[in-house]
């Protein structure tokens, strides 16, 4: 099924669904790029993905239970399995319904579900993203997910111009550096990247924080930078940090800094809405996990901000539908991010 | 007024609207069959039905108040009369604008109030169904009602199809042996019947506290019963017991047993929303009234469990309306009701 | 930007946008006669009101901040003046970019933000209502304001037929003696007027408190006038008030009297609500803050009785589209209204 036939988003790639551990208790439902899916694990321990819809009677799955690997219609009782067969169901005779719905190509990696809502023949593994953070003992992880009711794009803009941390952010990881700093924008393949740095500056409060967890003094000019990389679908990796003053920025040695990743998956829902999956990456004190908890904190206080932002945005634009907006030197990014998400929507239809 | 054109359902025939109870205090304003009404007791201590629409203004008569028999409209006093005529109205001659709203028929019986949104001319009284147990000593009743965000015709489905218990009551009526019992299905002119007859099994919790209200053994194995009797419009009334094994089932005598009738009568509100007045009537134990509260409250949390099994297979219907459902050997009782319901549909069309 | 092409209303005039407190804080939002306007102070300390759109990326501008008198972007930093240029940001030049969105005059007087949603060149601060109880030390007033779900034009029909009193308002200040008194009904340019005269009648609670507040006995026979005054688009200034009876009534010297101007003045959001800012202005013991607030307290909750019912007549009216109403010799000053604002709205579609 698609609830959005409006919604312009690739289709034949990989997109996050959930976490492994929203599926630990039972099926999970979830709207995928305007589909419906049930998200299950099987007995061999793999993950699954189905239409969230009964066969039956059009019960959602992602009411009923798991059982030996087979996802049981709360309802009725109709049992399916992985590739959405009807499998059994007490009293009946079923395999006559098979095939019954559409199953998804599903994985598990680096931390997340991932699923793939076009054709299924050209699912392939190894096209996931290696989040190569994920699975390095050198590397901890804290993050979290938002549901917010915009445009996929309009999150991926916010995301490719940070000089809105400025206002939106201006009590944590905005500074009036920011926005003075001219972006770099690049353009390479199906990648984007736009890059700022500011030397000798302030730290802010929430980078202190993190020279602090690194026992770092916080007090001392920094040299700070920001290079986001999006690349499709969803996918906004962006290195931060802040290093003392002169000691090579980016460059600088473990010593002398605090970094890290801010991990940004998003996964459109519907074509108003988007799934978000945030988090930081860092490579230093990794072993203290109450500091990972601290930062895992701070950060969802800070993302909350965008969110507000983000839906009134979205409304004031539902209001608004024939108006052109800017495209400033600082929109340059999420600019190249849009272009290449329309020439992969026109790569979906060649191949359709 | 018609709320929603694309409700399909039967118009020249009885709905429940309400229980007397709901208006005691006042009048009640509620939707039947897509139509907006407002019902409520004149000064003969009959039971008035009209359009919730105040012909002066515009206002919901059921903001107002009853005097004398007649509505009062709470804005400007407009005084309507159970046959939709402006009555009376304060420093106004109202006499020229008779007739003023639709008037429905409506009568009391056997504990509810019931109103025919057909063609009033015929309405007949004698087609209200004999509810035999409201009017008799030997039973006794608890009951309640919900709204149910559904086609009423899905809630129908449920009543016809009770291997559901295994899924949605797990707790309480449910058990495996529901849907290994293959159920009997039955078409004798505008009536349905879904017989099903499981013999020396466990009782479930909610039988086995029902054979402790009779003062009988709960926990040796019992023969059940359930038999499902669909009346149109939206009549389900099924037979339901337990007898301790080996006694006649169903023809028991009546000191091995625990039985009663499940009530459901069900009114369509919206295309999408109806309401359902459920409820119990047994022939034992019949004087003890706590018994009766106590089975009410634990049919009334059984019946939770369908508002959101139903809310949630109608949200995921309207986003798949083309979807075609299956259809077994359990869901033939349902079948047999939408067919009835089809040709009387037809019926009115034809006598319009 | 229109969201709401249906709305009947004249464009060509002022309208009551918000009170100046609620522009003390920072910017504000407001949908104006289905314009989504920000309103805020600029540093010469006058109101301002503009498009609540940014040009840059469509974020709601009233979510941002005021600096120097011009509105600061919360999402990105862009700065538009009163104007709706872009005035300046950060690391950009924006002079390209004016002009940027679209300003409406927008004037503060009598303590209220005025503004003036049609062609800007016709907008003269001299069609604003003189309210001269505002200006003047003999006059205390007392109000508030509320978002009502009703076309504005219901509010006005609600406030021109004062019969509802008796029904709506039945402990407060409604009284039979209201609907029993024939209304006079005239108009006069744009301007309609309903009076009414009540003599030698109980005063009802609400004037009984009232001569109280004037040190008056409230227990004998009053005389009570009610004359309301409509001029578009939304102003329904009412005298009303009560004097001990056989001193001449509406024309009684100060000291046999209570009595004030209820003040309303209404303006449309969308085709379905309103802004309605409502008050009492009174000339007697106006020096009592006290009694400013127990007015105000009282009148509050009267009023909010309206707004239940006119919130249900909206939505009864939706449901019946097609719905003609009677024309009572009650509703004739409402009537009277609607035909006044018809010629408004012919006369700007003629300008247009």
Known sequence: MNTSNKLECPKNTWYVACTPDEIEGGPLGRVICGESLVLFRTDKNEVAALEDFCPHRGAQLSLGTVQDGLVVCGYHGMKMNADGECAAMVGQTVE??????????????????????????????????????????????????????????????????????????????????????????????????????????????????????????????????????????????????????????????????????????????????????????????????????TIRDSQQKIFTEDLEMLESQQRNLDANPDRRLMSLNIDRGGAHARKILQELIATDSDSA
């Open 96 to 293: 006559k319904f098979r095939k019954g719905i559409r199953s998804y190509p599903a994985v598990e990696r680096h931390g997340y579900v991932w699923v793939w809502p076009g054709e299924a023949s050209l699912a392939n593994a190894d096209l996931i993203p290696d989040l190569h953070w994920a699975r390095s003992p050198d590397w901890a992880f804290g993050g979290g997910m938002f549901n917010i009711r915009c445009d996929y794009r309009l999150l991926i803009d916010n995301l490719m111009d940070l000089t809105h941390e400025t206002y939106v952010h201006a009590t944590s990881i905005g500074q009036p550096e920011i926005e003075e700093a001219a972006p770099d924008t690049a353009r390479d393949g199906h990648c984007a990247t736009v890059s700022r740095r500011m030397e000798n500056i302030p730290a802010p409060p929430f980078w202190q924080d993190a020279l602090k967890g690194n026992n770092l003094d916080p007090d001392v000019p920094v040299d700070r930078w920001q290079i986001c990389r999006f690349t499709p679908p969803g996918s906004v990796m962006i290195d931060v940090g802040v290093a003392h003053a002169g000691h090579g920025g980016l460059d600088a040695p473990a010593e002398h800094r605090a970094s890290g990743i801010v991990v940004d998956l998003i996964t459109p829902e519907t074509e108003t809405s988007c799934w978000y999956f945030w988090g930081l990456a860092r490579n230093f004190n990794v072993s203290d996990s109450v500091l990972t908890t």
